[in-house]
Nanobody, 124 residues
């Protein structure tokens, strides 16, 4: 059974950094595309970053480009999202997801497995 567990969320001041982790069990990272999604209060869930299973290609939504970096550690079977220069508009519950498809233009879609999420709050 595939399980994904996010961690690393918390409260940070504007301009600060956090690193989210998505620890996977029940499968090997190299089998699936892995994506980070977020849902802000009162808004729909959006895909913000994705990394392909085949060649490690990455995708970022415009609002996080240059600030967030997705990476994976095969040895630890973990995917990370390094978030720098955080802004109040980044406040959301962040989810990782596995499976589905990767696109250079639109990121991850059709994800099969989801974590329960971790809350990120940006406030002074």
């Amino acid at each position: 059974q595939v399980q994904l567990v996010e961690s690393g969320g918390g409260l940070v001041q504007p301009g600060g950094s956090l690193r989210l982790s998505c620890a996977a069990s029940g499968y090997n990272l190299d089998r699936y595309a892995i994506g980070w999604f977020r849902q802000a209060p009162g808004k729909e869930r959006e895909g913000i970053s994705c990394i392909s299973s085949s060649d490690g290609s990455t995708y970022y939504v415009d609002s996080v480009k240059g600030r967030f970096t997705i990476s994976r550690d095969y040895a630890k079977n973990t995917v990370y999202l390094q978030m720098n220069n955080l802004k109040p508009e980044d406040i959301a519950i962040y989810y990782c997801a596995a499976g589905g498809y990767f696109s250079d233009y639109s990121g991850c879609s059709g994800m099969d497995y989801w974590g329960k999420g971790t809350l990120v709050t940006v406030s002074s």
